[in-house]
T-cell receptor, first 111, second 114 residues
């Protein structure tokens, strides 16, 4: 099992450009999450999906959109990137009430 | 709402020293409690967990006991190694309205020096 995979691993964008971060899990988990991690800020939840076909906002959803494409895949889209979105992005999945499994992260820089 | 308070670092210890990282929580009902570890340049991975009061989670020499009376889940290790240098996150999973929410503490950075 690959667990949780994320692509790309690194990305540099110019202000105003758009991109989609991809996440996939092969553990048949219902719940999937997107977090961002900034120095000194810990983990902040952007969006989550409790099941296929449902998505909900977390703490910091502004500037992002998500798609739960199927049970395996949960993508995060930046429509118009801003320097404030420079961060490390983590995808996670789990069976509800159990531990989360995290991907290796995408390191995004917006110039 | 649910919350997690965790001692903030950074913490610097010499090899073979005793480690304690404090974690306390606020939650309704009976949440599950977790410790995650993040090594440099990697994602978070589960270190240990406890799902009910008085449970002790343990892994790789680390231990934590779910204490409902003190709402705590402190992480301990008797003798740390250089390879334990990482950031440690305490987390809680519990129902809040209709959503089983995961709450993370801010993380504690640990450096172990030879």
């Amino acid at each position: 099992n690959a667990g949780v995979t994320q692509t790309p691993k690194f990305q540099v964008l110019k202000t105003g450009q758009s991109m989609t971060l991809q996440c996939a899990q092969d553990m048949n988990h219902n719940s999937m999450y997107w977090y961002r991690q900034d120095p000194g800020m810990g983990l902040r939840l952007i969006y989550y999906s409790a099941s296929e076909g449902t998505t909900d906002k977390g703490e910091v959803p502004n500037g992002y959109n998500v798609s739960r494409l199927n049970k395996r895949e949960f993508s995060l889209r930046l429509e118009s990137a801003a320097p404030s979105q420079t961060s490390v992005y983590f995808c996670a999945s789990r069976v509800i009430a159990y531990e989360q499994y995290f991907g290796p992260g995408t390191r995004l820089t917006v110039t | 709402g649910n919350s997690v308070t965790q001692m903030e670092g950074p913490v610097t210890l010499s090899e073979e020293a005793f480690l304690t990282i404090n974690c306390t929580y606020t939650a309704t009902g009976y949440p599950s409690l977790f410790w995650y570890v993040q090594y440099p340049g990697e994602g978070l991975q589960l270190l240990l967990k406890a799902t009910k009061a008085d449970d002790k989670g343990s892994n790789k020499g680390f231990e934590a006991t779910y204490r409902k009376e003190t709402t705590s889940f402190h992480l301990e290790k008797g003798s740390v190694q250089v390879s334990d240098s990482a950031v440690y996150f305490c987390a809680l999973s519990g129902w809040e309205t209709s959503y089983d929410k995961v709450i993370f503490g801010p993380g504690t950075s640990l450096s172990v020096i030879p």
